[in-house]
Nanobody
């Protein structure tokens, strides 16, 4: 069973940066597409970014493109989300997700809170 643990959340002023990390255990990391999602208060969980198994392709929501960068280190079983130029509307719980390429079902971590003050 895959287990995901996020870290790196916190409080930052608008315009600042944070880097989130997510470590996967229990399965072979390089078999998984990895993604970041977020859920703001009163809103549904939404897609933020994803990266393919080898790291060769990345995908972003329009709202974060150019500000956030997803990357992975398969030797460390870890995926990252570098967040720059943060805005108050980025405030949310950020979740790490993992799925195999032949599945539509995501495994989730418990999330990490990101709060951006204006």
């Amino acid at each position: 069973q895959v287990q995901l643990v996020e870290s790196g959340g916190g409080m930052v002023q608008a315009g600042g940066s944070l880097r989130l990390s997510c470590a996967l255990s229990g399965r072979t990391f390089s078999y998984y597409v990895m993604g970041w999602f977020r859920q703001a208060p009163g809103k549904e969980r939404e897609f933020v970014a994803a990266i393919t198994e080898s790291g060769g392709s990345t995908y972003y929501a329009a709202s974060v493109k150019g500000r956030f960068t997803i990357s992975r280190d398969n030797a460390k079983n870890t995926v990252y989300l570098q967040m720059n130029s943060l805005k108050s509307e980025d405030t949310a719980i950020f979740y790490c997700g993992a799925r195999t390429n032949d599945s539509t079902s995501w495994a989730w971590g418990r999330g990490t809170q990101v709060t951006v003050s204006s």
